[in-house]
C-alpha cells in the first residue's frame, strides 16, 4: 500500500493519492497559516477508526442477515495538552437504523472494537483508550 501526497498551495494544504488514483486533501488550521481546505490529519485519524468499523459492523450484520437500513458513527477524540497533541481516549458511538436484533448489533459493535477493526486494534496498541456504545434505532 502506497500513498503520494504533493502541496497543493504555499502553506498546508496537501492531497494524497492512493494507488487507484482516489484522492483526499489535508490543511492546516487558520491558526497555523492553513486555509481550512481540508481535514486535518487527527480528523484523518478518527474519519479511518469510524470507517473501518463501519465496514466490520456492516458485514457482520448482512452474514446474520439483518435488515441494516442506515448506519451512523460519530467518533471523539480527546487529546492530551502538551505537544505533540497525541490522542489519550477515543469514544465510537455507533446509530444503527432498521430492524436490527439488539444482541447481533451489540455483537457486531463488539468484535469490530475487540477484534477486527485494524485502525482500532493499533491505535489501542499504542496506549489509547477506545470505548464504544450502540443504539439501534427500529424503522
Not at 502541496?7 to 492531497?15: C, E, G, P, S, V
Not at 499504542?126 to 470505548?131: C, E, L, P, Q, S
Request: net charge negative; glycine share 8%.
Amino acid at each position: 500500500m502506497t500513498i503520494n501526497l504533493h502541496r497543493l498551495d504555499d502553506a498546508f494544504h496537501i492531497q494524497a493519492t492512493n494507488e487507484d488514483g482516489l484522492t483526499i486533501e489535508t490543511d492546516g488550521s487558520t491558526a497555523i497559516g492553513g486555509k481550512n481546505a481540508g481535514m486535518r490529519p487527527m480528523q484523518l485519524v478518527l474519519s479511518a477508526v469510524g470507517s473501518c468499523s463501519s465496514i466490520d459492523v456492516i458485514m457482520l450484520l448482512q452474514k446474520q442477515r439483518q435488515d441494516l437500513q442506515d448506519i451512523r458513527i460519530s467518533v471523539t477524540g480527546t487529546r492530551r495538552e502538551e505537544e505533540p497533541r497525541l490522542f489519550t481516549g477515543i469514544h465510537v458511538a455507533y446509530t444503527l437504523v432498521g430492524n436490527i436484533d439488539d444482541k447481533k448489533a451489540e455483537r457486531a459493535c463488539r468484535l469490530s472494537m475487540e477484534k477486527m477493526c485494524s485502525v482500532s486494534l493499533m491505535l489501542k496498541a499504542g496506549g489509547i483508550v477506545i470505548t464504544w456504545e450502540y443504539e439501534v434505532i427500529t424503522a
